[in-house]
């Protein structure tokens, strides 16, 4: 499977599902000044999901470059970037839970073919905030996953947003790939960081808006926000192990062992180069390119 396949299947899939195709925005947040960079496909759609009428309708899709400095220590393992591409399926205000965990079940098990055995999902525990996410499991259930193949976790792992102090977040259901190694521990699950499990989307329900004294109002609507990793998805596709594998890295990792010759570079070092020349290319190469320097998303690019 290539990118573009992957890409384009996704799109075609969501685009007969009654949803529109929006481009990438761009690195630098359009509708979002809590954030230096577009982290996640949200912060373009941040007016919409607080209640503004986007002008292509309330199901769209994309395919949004995002950079993320928070994993930028697990960069060098198999699957963390700091650079990515997340394909998203957006409602604003449409359908919620049932219909997002229903389409993101068939896309991958109907559509990519992945065995549902491969499959471990995640939900919300609940706290004293918000309810056990009872109807999420309920819904993964009715796909086909048996009960043992879904976990409950608690806001850390299974809550999502905002990147900022400010803004639309909510609990969300993560989907986790089971890389077929042996668990780490009777405990081993998909929280766990040992590789057994790879997340590789996650469908967050947006019906929250974070005040800046760390309170949560309702929004206006009910929202899904869901992020699928495409180089995670591209390397378990292939049968691959790492995202370093696949057509996105292999040209950047040959120019690379071309320039050190004969030096010897630690793979992890090796990896890590690969990753930020990618990261800081598509930075540069944004419509609004950012060059280095002492301050906001200059200082991240030096760095
Ligand atoms: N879909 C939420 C995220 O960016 O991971």
Redesign the pocket.
């Known amino acids: 499977m290539k990118a573009d396949e992957l890409r384009k299947m996704y799109v075609e899939f969501f685009c007969e599902r009654g949803h529109k195709e929006v481009a990438s925005a761009s690195l630098l947040p359009e509708n979002d000044p809590t954030v230096l960079f577009t982290?996640?496909?949200?912060h373009p759609f941040v007016p919409y999901l607080l209640g503004e009428k986007h002008p292509q309708g309330n199901r769209l899709v994309d395919v949004q470059k995002?950079v993320r400095t928070g994993d930028i220590d697990e960069v060098g393992d198999d699957t963390h970037l700091t650079f990515f591409e997340?394909l998203?399926n957006w409602s604003l205000g449409d359908y919620f839970k049932r219909e997002s965990i229903s389409m993101s079940y068939e896309f991958l098990v109907t559509k990519l073919n992945i065995p549902k055995e491969k499959l471990a999902v995640t939900v919300f525990e609940g706290d004293d905030i918000v309810p056990r996410d009872e109807e999420s499991a309920k819904v993964w259930m009715d796909n086909g996953l048996s009960e043992s193949q879904i976990y409950y976790y608690g806001r850390e792992d299974n809550w999502?947003?905002p990147s900022g102090k400010t803004g639309p977040c909510g609990p969300?259901t993560e989907i986790f790939y089971d890389m077929g190694k042996e668990k780490c521990s009777p405990n081993c699950g998909p929280s766990c960081n040992c590789g057994k499990y790879v997340e590789i989307w996650?469908?967050?329900f947006m019906q929250y808006n974070k005040q800046i004294d760390g309170s949560y109002t309702e929004l206006k609507q009910k929202n899904v926000?869901?992020?699928m990793g495409l180089e995670r998805i591209l390397t378990i596709l292939n049968g691959y192990t790492n995202v370093y594998e696949t057509e996105l890295f292999v040209p950047v990792m040959t120019r690379l062992n071309e320039i050190i010759k004969d030096r010897k570079m630690p793979l992890r070092e090796k990896r890590i180069v690969c990753e930020h020349t990618r990261a800081i290319c598509f930075i540069l190469g944004d419509d609004k390119h950012i060059i280095p320097s002492n301050n906001e998303q200059g200082y991240r690019w030096r760095r």
């Open positions: 982290t996640a496909g949200m995002c997340m998203g999502w947003g969300d996650n469908n967050v926000d869901t992020g």
